[in-house]
T-cell receptor, first 115, second 113 residues
Framework: DAKTTQPPSMDCAEGRAANLPCNHSTISGNEYVYWYRQIHSQGPQYIIHGLKNNETNEMASLIITEDRKSSTLILPHATLRDTAVYYCIVRVAGFSGGGADGLTFGKGTHLIIQP | DSGVTQTPKHLITATGQRVTLRCSPRSGDLSVYWYQQSLDQGLQFLIQYYNGEERAKGNILERFSAQQFPDLHSELNLSSLELGDSALYFC????????????FGPGTRLLVL
């Protein structure tokens, strides 16, 4: 799976949009971009994923650049409850057959929402 | 609430002991994944079971083992425990393949004294 690079921490004012960047310059054509978050020591929570088109759900939007080398997770109206560590993960499509099918978590971005 | 349950929530034991962590996946999910989160190693994938069969291995120690039962619940067995095994242990459930999202349980916090 491709390696990702994220800033270690970011601040955002409550009510504003939080834009979390992720660099995945070595991503392959069959790798998806996944975002998870972990609030304090709770279990990681799935947010969104995409291959090349932009995606939106009730939690967030995912913008993937045309060359797929980077992406941005957007939380449109951040609240204090969005304070968490956000993980960007790239993962090969389909079971890799002999390789691990688990997720590879990096250090993520610690997003702090300021009141 | 992800629909994945884990027991116990907390576990305190001594070095050299053996413990069993339990996970019940979401209804309909055939895959169970186990992860370990320690302060120095971060979140690490340990092992995956799919419909009762071991499917993939990550950074799992030989002292650790897991199984998935016919009712699809899974157990992670940790033996000859060391201080460094103190960590949060998460179970996730999902399908197979990248399009199948993994949903995580609340975790079991293990403290080895």
């Amino acid at each position: 799976d491709a390696k990702t690079t994220q800033p270690p921490s970011m601040d955002c004012a409550e009510g504003r949009a939080a834009n979390l960047p992720c660099n995945h310059s070595t991503i392959s054509g069959n790798e998806y971009v996944y975002w998870y978050r972990q609030i304090h020591s709770q279990g990681p929570q799935y947010i969104i994923h995409g291959l090349k088109n932009n995606e939106t759900n009730e939690m967030a939007s995912l913008i993937i650049t045309e060359d797929r080398k980077s992406s941005t997770l957007i939380l449109p109206h951040a609240t204090l409850r969005d304070t968490a560590v956000y993980y960007c993960i790239v993962r090969v499509a389909g079971f890799s057959g002999g390789g691990a099918d688990g997720l590879t978590f990096g250090k993520g971005t610690h997003l702090i929402i300021q009141p | 609430d992800s629909g994945v349950t884990q027991t116990p929530k907390h576990l305190i034991t001594a070095t050299g002991q053996r413990v069993t962590l339990r996970c019940s996946p979401r209804s309909g999910d055939l895959s169970v994944y186990w992860y370990q989160q320690s302060l120095d190693q971060g979140l690490q994938f340990l092992i995956q079971y799919y419909n009762g069969e071991e499917r993939a291995k990550g950074n799992i120690l030989e002292r650790f083992s897991a199984q998935q039962f016919p009712d699809l619940h899974s157990e992670l067995n940790l033996s000859s425990l060391e201080l460094g095994d103190s960590a949060l242990y998460f179970c996730a459930s999902g399908g197979i393949g990248v399009q199948e999202t993994q949903y995580f349980g609340p975790g079991t916090r293990l403290l080895v004294l």
